[in-house]
């Protein structure tokens, strides 16, 4: 007999360090818990899909820490203040940038976007995390984690508070920079000491007034944006907690001056102990690398889930093209890529479909024993979903075994890599393309003239039925191993 948690201890958790760029055993802080930071989102504009591969893979990550028997309290912050227009620590707030250009208050932005980022983690299947944390909710823990830190590691300029980068130990390891050139790409300041220190406190300039701030001991103003997630990760996980997690732009600036504010803060020494950093282990995501140049926001229509479903693809199959690259590898988007990750989704689905109803019974079947076996060695190897993906399509492929044993093999893997393979159908999949014309009922029928032509051989009536399908922007998928499919082009 074997199940999901019996599995769990068979192959111990790998995960690659970024501060130390080695892959070491998970080990938590406390026995049988996980505890997790996420950076969240600066909820000032739509997310882009490259923002959304962070959430696949802390989700992932989570789904894994709870596949392994681990009781999970996963943190994500909601940004709504402090981070500036360059990731850098240099130019205006976002969040006052964005109320000022769309004529609302920065609350109004802030609760907006919010809402619409956690769509498209629901789009994406994404769980929500025990907490979710709001900086501006944690101002005041700010001003005093700032002032507990002050008198050694920080000094006073006209427009704020600066942490002095020289007063810890290690600064910038994680980043791998070691010169003040490597981390030198900060705001340019008068009277900063050292070109990488960075603001925990600004002070809001003298004759201005900010929708977000607060008095200070340095003056009216607003946290700085490394600033919060030092204290919002103490203040509900610990320190040091298990596992900080992140896109890797954040490993060259906002990390590594995180890590410098919880080494000041918990008086530690050197980054030799990982714990000093505040949490054991930093693992950072890669890019999403898109080669038509819709990636950023500056585009006009950059890349986010509504366009994905607005062209007629499920958000889940941008979930499933981001779990065939490793989480550590750049992943290239194309959308005939998304394309193939949509197709082998329904292939998925459809797999499972037979078994979907059928009441789970504990595996003793060895064939998909063993399956279970290497998606556990897979998934503990710092998360290896590529290998997991087709242990799971061989998994949902089996003939001839029990339905229930079957059921249950699929659930347990399909719970940690979150495609909803049990609970959704191929139908589902079918996103209508917002700029379709065509009505569906009408395509139903065209296609089943044309594969009755088709099968009286007929090629004549089914080409020309063809034609008319193309004419209305409908793309008919001959030779689909599926069956027959048709996909609405946005015309």
């Known amino acids: 007999m074997t199940d999901a948690?019996?599995?769990?201890?068979?192959?111990?958790?790998?995960?690659?360090?970024?501060?130390?760029?080695?892959?070491?055993?998970?080990?938590?802080?406390?026995?049988?818990?996980?505890r997790v930071y996420s950076c969240g989102p600066t909820v000032y504009n739509f997310q882009h899909i490259g923002n959304m591969r962070?959430?696949?893979?802390?989700?992932?990550?989570?789904?894994?820490?709870?596949?392994?028997?681990?009781k999970l309290r996963h943190i994500i912050n909601i940004t709504d203040v402090g981070h500036l227009t360059s990731d850098a620590d240099a130019g205006d707030d976002k969040m006052e940038k964005a109320a000022a250009l769309q004529g609302k208050s920065a609350w109004d932005i802030a609760a907006f976007y919010t809402a619409e980022f956690k769509r498209d983690l629901q789009w994406l299947n994404v769980r929500d995390p025990a907490k979710w944390t709001v900086a501006t909710d944690y101002v005041a823990r700010m001003i005093e984690f700032a002032k507990s830190i002050a008198y050694k590691h920080c000094y006073e300029l006209e427009s704020g508070l600066?942490?002095?980068?020289?007063t810890v130990a290690d600064y910038g390891r994680l980043a791998r920079a070691v010169t003040d050139e490597g981390e030198g790409r900060i705001e340019e300041v008068d009277g900063k000491r050292h070109a990488a220190d960075f603001a925990i406190w600004r002070k809001?300039?003298?004759?201005?007034?900010?929708?977000?701030?607060?008095?200070?001991?340095?003056?009216?103003?607003?946290?700085?944006?490394?600033?919060?997630?030092?204290?919002?990760g103490e203040a509900e996980l610990g320190m040091p907690f298990d596992i900080h997690t992140g896109g890797i732009d954040h490993r060259e600036i906002h990390h590594p001056n995180e890590i410098a504010q919880n080494q000041a803060f918990r008086g530690c020494g050197?980054?030799?102990?990982?714990?000093?950093?505040?949490?054991?282990?930093?693992?950072?995501?890669n890019f999403l690398i898109d080669r038509g140049g819709k990636m950023s926001k500056s585009s006009g229509e950059f890349l986010r889930l509504?366009?994905?479903?607005?062209?007629?693809?499920?958000?889940?199959?941008?979930?499933?093209?981001?779990l065939q690259a490793h989480y550590r590898s750049e992943l290239e988007f194309s959308w005939e890529g998304l394309g193939a990750a949509l197709t082998r989704l329904k292939r998925l689905v459809m797999a499972a479909a037979p078994v979907r109803d059928a009441e789970e019974a504990e595996v003793s079947d060895r064939r998909l024993a063993d399956l279970l076996a290497k998606f556990d060695a897979a998934m503990s190897d710092d998360l290896g979903t590529a290998v997991a993906l087709t242990l799971i399509e061989e998994a949902a492929a089996m003939k001839k075994i029990d339905a229930g044993q079957k059921r249950a093999a699929l659930a347990a893997m399909d719970a940690v890599l979150g495609l909803e393979l049990l609970s959704i159908s191929r139908a589902d999949l079918r996103l209508r393309p917002k700029a379709a014309t065509t009505a569906e009922d009408a395509i139903e029928a065209t296609l089943a003239r044309r594969k009755e032509a088709r099968a009286a051989k007929d090629f004549a009536a089914s080409d020309a039925l063809r034609d008319e399908l193309i004419a209305a922007g409908v793309e008919v998928m001959d030779g689909d191993p599926l069956g027959w499919d048709w996909r609405l082009e946005a015309i």
């Not at 769990?8 to 938590?28: H, I, Y």
């Not at 050197?270 to 995501?285: F, I, K, P, V, Y």
């Open 5 to 34: 948690h019996a599995l769990a201890s068979a192959a111990p958790l790998r995960l690659f360090n970024s501060l130390t760029r080695s892959v070491e055993d998970f080990t938590p802080v406390h026995p049988g818990e996980a």
């Open 54 to 70: 962070a959430y696949v893979f802390a989700d992932t990550l989570g789904r894994t820490l709870a596949f392994k028997g681990y």
């Open 162 to 166: 600066y942490f002095d980068v020289s």
């Open 204 to 232: 809001t300039p003298a004759g201005e007034t900010r929708q977000m701030e607060w008095d200070s001991p340095w003056g009216r103003g607003a946290p700085g944006w490394h600033l919060e997630c030092s204290v919002m």
């Open 270 to 285: 050197g980054l030799d102990h990982a714990e000093h950093s505040g949490a054991r282990l930093w693992m950072h995501n």
């Open 306 to 322: 509504q366009l994905l479903a607005d062209r007629g693809y499920h958000p889940l199959a941008y979930r499933l093209m981001c």
